[in-house]
């Protein structure tokens, strides 16, 4: 069994993160790996442990820095990494979506991978568009935001959460799926696993972007959150004060 992780750096909480000429200052931002795509390579490691002779290789759309996140990987029981560049800064879901579709199906060449790994969402951006748009791309079938997995049969029974209730599905590989926080609890890398990581290589492939971004983001800066203390003399001016300036009588 083929299985692919996509993954994704994103700042670390503890970061801090600062504006200049509206973008991000980076300068003092950690980068680590997304914590749904950790649940997400947890799933696909758990699976290969289960199946002989499956390969988990994972895939990130980063530069030469996400080196040491991709050997964390490794650390972690995926078997291949690979670092995807792109000469074209990436913008949007639609552009990390297209550029990882075609470094998916230029590795596996013919044949797509049995199954496909993504995070439900960056905790960045949170869009959450880069995997069903991926999944309609390599032309399989996905579901979102799984919290269960099972291996039935010729396919693979899935659960989600959904608003009162949980969905039951049931898919055939090639398959995409997203993963949700609860799917499972990702293990720690031992000293022994990231030795060993650090002699395996990490492949480099490098993909070329034609599309232009179907969203750009032209400014970004930081929320300001202004405090405003008033004393008033008695419940009047109260009622006077919210029914005039906040409109809610």
Do not use: W
């Not at 009162?164 to 898919?171: A, K, P, T």
């Amino acid at each position: 069994m083929n299985i692919a992780v996509c993954l994704c750096q994103v700042p670390d909480t503890a970061s801090v993160i600062g504006f200049v000429d509206g973008a991000v200052d980076r300068s003092r931002v950690n980068e680590v790996m997304n914590p749904y795509d950790e649940y997400a390579l947890e799933e696909a490691v758990r699976l290969k442990e289960c199946f002989q002779q499956s390969i988990v290789t994972v895939f990130c759309v980063a530069p030469d820095s996400a080196r040491e996140m991709l050997r964390k990987a490794l650390a972690l029981g995926a078997d291949r990494a690979v670092r995807v560049s792109c000469p074209t800064e990436l913008s949007d879901p639609f552009q990390t979506a297209r550029v990882l579709s075609q470094a998916i199906s230029a590795y596996y060449s013919a044949v797509l991978p049995d199954l496909v790994f993504c995070g439900k969402h960056s905790t960045d951006f949170q869009s959450g568009q880069v995997p069903p748009m991926l999944a309609q791309m390599l032309g399989m079938a996905s579901v979102s935001g799984i919290t269960a997995l099972t291996v039935s049969g010729e396919g693979f029974q899935v659960e989600r959460e959904i608003e009162r209730g949980i969905e039951y599905i049931f898919v055939t590989s090639p398959v995409l799926l997203s993963a949700e926080k609860g799917l499972n609890t990702p293990r720690n890398t031992t000293v022994r696993a990231v030795m060993e990581a650090r002699k395996k290589t990490v492949d480099l492939l490098t993909v070329t972007l034609h599309e232009e971004p179907l969203v750009v983001m032209k400014d970004i800066e930081p929320l300001e959150r202004k405090k405003l203390c008033r004393i008033l003399s008695d419940e009047k001016e109260l009622i006077r004060l919210l029914s005039q300036e906040r409109h809610l009588f």
